[in-house]
T-cell receptor, first 110, second 113 residues
């Protein structure tokens, strides 16, 4: 069974600071996704990472993938309040299913 | 309407009621999904339909019954639910279930009394 672990599960950070969210998974995967969920809203796709060493950036968020370590990171640069949300990683093992982590609840404070 | 829509957004039902959740995707995708999001648990995949055919049933109790009449519409029929079934039910769609990003609807918040 493919297991996905995120840490931390809760993160409070000050505006302007940098931080990294980690996503570990237990078996080989061909795709890894990062999603964002605002309170009471649906999941919004942020990134899809397909190969070892893949790096994608959008604004203050940068995601990377190390398939050998079975690890993805979501790096936040100079956080702003608008980034407050829950971030999920999800991993596919070539089947139809996406296996999600529990999510990281991020709160950015002034 | 754009993207993936779900109705109703909120639903309260008793354990003896029968209700249905509706999902519609306006993206021209071929695959549709039902997920359950409970507090303190990861999103759980319930069902997958590809070209209207059910391809995955993730050991879901029979009190949840999916229906996919065409590639744009997906229903989840509910009957004799339990309080532990209270959760956010999310619908998603994708072009190819094996390779493509899934796009999610806003969800239906279900409360079972």
């Amino acid at each position: 069974e493919l297991k996905v672990e995120q840490n931390p599960l809760f993160l409070s950070m000050q505006e302007g600071k940098n931080y990294t969210i980690y996503c570990n998974y237990s078996t080989t995967s061909d795709r890894l996704y990062w999603y964002r969920q605002d309170p009471g809203k649906s999941l919004e796709s942020l990134f899809v990472l397909l190969s070892n060493g893949a790096v994608k950036q959008e604004g203050r968020l940068m995601a990377s993938l190390d398939t050998k370590a079975r690890l993805s990171t979501l790096h936040i640069t100079a956080a702003v309040h608008d980034l407050s949300a829950t971030y999920f990683c999800a991993v596919s093992n070539s089947g139809y299913a996406l296996n999600f982590g529990k999510g990281t609840s991020l709160l950015v404070t002034p | 309407e754009t993207g993936v829509t779900q109705t109703p957004r909120h639903l309260v039902m008793g354990m003896t009621n029968k209700k249905s959740l509706k999902c519609e995707q306006h993206l021209g995708h071929n695959a549709m999904y039902w997920y359950k999001q409970s507090a303190k648990k990861p999103l759980e995949l319930m069902f997958v339909y590809n070209f209207k055919e059910q391809t995955e049933n993730n050991s879901v109790p029979s009190r949840f019954s999916p229906e996919c009449p065409n590639s744009s519409h997906l229903f989840l029929h509910l009957h004799t639910l339990q309080p532990e079934d209270s959760a956010l039910y999310l619908c998603a769609s994708s072009q190819d279930p094996r390779t493509d990003t899934q796009y999610f609807g806003p969800g239906t918040r279900l409360t079972v009394l």
